[in-house]
């Protein structure tokens, strides 16, 4: 009696997916990495910015717009990418809910409300954001997480008290952009999600920032696998289910407060590339994690192009694209695992 | 060898267990039964440490379950608890998790710990689904997957929490052998069953609870003959013999 058939590749056995992944998808975000750069509304040339970087000729067009524009929007596309990926994989398997991701339970919108209340309180002090993104994260996803583990309630149930908790801090920041109006102005691309007015000096940080904790899930990876299996499961393995749970949160908080503080509240990234690549490489995480980093750059990195050149020169919000993308696969995710559902 | 010594639990201000003192032998498997809310899961949870007694200790082995570090315990005891999440992993995946407290490098398995987990699914038999996902198998293969991966852990100590519920009835056979071969490598296993005439065929002791009390404990053939069995449940228990093979069957109590 067979419950569920699950639409693998027959062609191809599961060992040889994950090494093609693990292949060709760095292959891949390094194209599409080029891509983003040598791809704008400027007829700019890629290979004349390099020489001029060599000859030390600084000041011509084609180099300021690859390397002070192009550049920093690609790395950023690539972290943030990766960052709310990793964050969705390292949510998911502790809340044990294939449908967590930050934008669904409320995680980036905590990020994003600390940054709007930041910018109404301690107004001009751009250094505050990134922290403001951080502990709104750490707040959310800390707030789920208690909830999960006080009431141990199923995983429908989270997941609806993550939709609640994420309308009520977004009425949150809706009610900050209202009430103060003059302190937190142009924040509507903050709320999409955008990567137009990224630059070093804010993708630089985060990035060093993002780097070690992706790192670091990869060191927790054996105890995220042990999680899939339930918590009792995982106790009965040794796995310290508490601790490892509120660290990797603490972790997931760290990369999804890192991309909010530059990309804002891109959606969808974190629900969407951890399902894609489990389907591709199964739940172990070391395979899962590394393939989730590369396959969110790479679909941050397209997106972000097309929303530059779709409508040259008019810029779309990549977020405005990625969830034009995301709905619609957050319902088909939905109707998929109706049978699965608890 | 689980010992519990006087433990006392509650989950309100009424306490559920008091004073309640037991032992569970190596090479037995010893099978908990009872009425819904008789204890037999919390029990289990007891012993697992997922509940904390109120007073009174858990030894496994000869020595209290707090003095394990995590590790040790996993080592020491392995718990199938009642309902799991299905993991997108490979069966064999399943099973190598059960090999998670005995390995040292965390990030590459060794060669070795992959055999240990085959050699776990050739003694359940599910040596087939090796490559196969969770998702793909019916729910009494996902069981012997599951069996599969406390034979990997390799724990002296066994607790299952209902093992056979759902299965048909050719599986829950199977299931019951794969205990009674654990069984053989000397291990002790406690395991709560409903299926009454599985208990008394696979049982080597049975415990039977009522409201957090030991009602009865012993050998199924005694705990018959006395008619507790037939006292506990409102049954009557009739023998089937087959030549050497003995199972039992369980009828409705006659209307007075």
């Known amino acids: 009696m067979r419950i569920l058939q699950r639409s693998s590749i027959p062609s191809c056995s599961l060992k040889h997916r994950r090494r093609l992944c693990l292949v060709l998808l760095p292959i891949l975000t390094g194209l599409c990495f080029a891509l983003a750069l040598a791809a704008g509304s400027s007829d700019v040339s890629v290979w004349q910015a390099i020489k001029d970087l060599f000859s030390g000729a600084l000041t011509t067009v084609d180099f300021k717009i690859v390397f002070y524009v192009r550049l920093p929007r690609a790395l950023g596309a690539l972290l943030a990418g990766s960052a709310l990926a990793v964050s969705g994989v390292v949510i998911q398997a502790v809340l044990n809910n294939p449908m967590a991701a930050p934008n669904i339970i409320g995680v980036n919108a905590g990020a994003g409300f600390f940054v709007i209340l930041a910018m109404a309180v301690f107004q001009n002090a751009i250094g505050v954001i990134p922290i403001a993104a951080f502990f709104g994260a750490l707040f959310a996803a800390l707030l789920i997480y208690a909830i999960s583990a006080l009431t141990g309630a199923g995983r429908v149930t989270i997941t609806l008290v993550g939709v609640a908790v994420s309308a009520v801090l977004t009425a949150g920041i809706n009610g900050v952009k209202t009430l103060f109006p003059d302190s937190v102005y142009d924040v509507s691309g903050f709320l999409v999600g955008g990567l137009s007015a990224v630059n070093f000096s804010s993708v630089l940080p985060a990035g060093a920032m993002i780097l070690p904790v992706l790192l670091l899930c990869l060191v927790f990876s054996r105890r995220l696998d042990a999680l899939c299996l339930g918590e009792e499961v995982a106790g009965g393995l040794g796995v310290s289910v508490k601790k490892t749970g509120l660290a990797v949160l603490v972790l997931a908080a760290l990369l999804a407060g890192a991309a909010v503080s530059f990309a804002g509240l891109i959606g969808f990234v974190g629900l969407i590339v951890p399902h894609i690549m489990r389907r591709l490489v199964g739940s172990i995480h070391r395979y899962l994690i590394p393939v989730s980093i590369f396959g969110a750059g790479t679909l941050l990195l397209i997106a972000d192009t097309l929303s530059r050149v779709l409508f040259a020169p008019y810029e779309l919000p990549v977020g405005i694209l990625m969830s034009l993308a995301g709905g619609p696969f957050f319902i088909f995710l939905i109707l998929s695992k109706r049978r699965k559902l608890p | ?256």
């Open chain 2, 1 to 256: 060898m689980i010992f519990l010594e006087n433990i006392c639990f509650s989950y309100g201000k009424e306490p559920f267990f008091k004073e309640l003192s037991l032992a569970f032998q190596d090479g037995q498997l010893t099978v908990l039964i009872g009425e819904n809310g008789s204890g037999k899961t919390t029990l289990l949870k007891l012993i697992a440490g997922e509940e904390q007694p109120q007073s009174g200790c858990v030894f496994l082995d000869g020595k209290a379950r707090k003095a394990y570090t995590a590790n040790e315990r996993a080592r020491a005891l392995s718990y199938f608890p009642q309902q799991r999440p299905t993991p997108e992993m490979t069966a064999l995946e399943v099973v190598m998790m059960g090999r998670y407290p005995c390995v040292q490098n965390r990030f590459v398995t060794p060669q070795s710990e992959r055999e240990r987990a085959l050699e776990a699914l050739q003694a359940v038999g599910a040596e087939d689904f090796a490559d196969r996902f969770m998702q793909e198998l019916s729910y009494g293969q996902r069981q012997k997957i599951y069996l599969a991966m406390q034979w990997a852990q390799d724990a002296p100590n066994c607790l299952f929490d209902e093992p056979t519920n759902h299965l048909d009835v050719r599986s829950k056979f199977s299931l019951m052998e794969d205990l009674a071969a654990m069984k053989k490598q000397g291990r002790c296993l406690v395991c709560v069953l409903h299926d009454l005439p599985l208990a008394l065929r696979y049982a080597d002791r049975l415990v039977v609870l009522r409201q957090g009390s030991v009602l009865a404990d012993g050998a199924p053939e005694a705990l018959c003959r006395a008619g507790i069995i037939e006292r506990a449940f409102g049954v009557r228990v009739r023998v089937l013999e087959d030549g050497e093979e003995r199972a039992y069957a369980v009828l409705p109590a006659k209307q007075a």
